[in-house]
């Protein structure tokens, strides 16, 4: 289990090197939805709890902390 998960952590990390701002695109377009979906009166509590704001916000964090650190 533990080398499994060295492993996947290995991959990931070379494969965010070379694409070093796709999380904080990934975020700001998630940001852009939950936007998109504040007009939407069929979007419901994905609206009310604002939560793809809240994930577009932390995935846009961690992939400039990401970024800064590889």
Known sequence: MK???NLLFD????YLARRKGLLPLLGMLLIL????LQWSPAAGWL???NL???LGL???I???MLAWAL
């Open 33 to 36: 939805a939950n936007l998109i």
């Open 52 to 54: 793809l704001l809240h």
């Open 47 to 49: 609206a009310d709890t």
């Open 11 to 14: 991959r990931l990390s070379e």
């Open 58 to 60: 932390i995935v846009a």
């Open 3 to 5: 080398k499994t998960l």
């Open 62 to 64: 961690l992939g400039f």
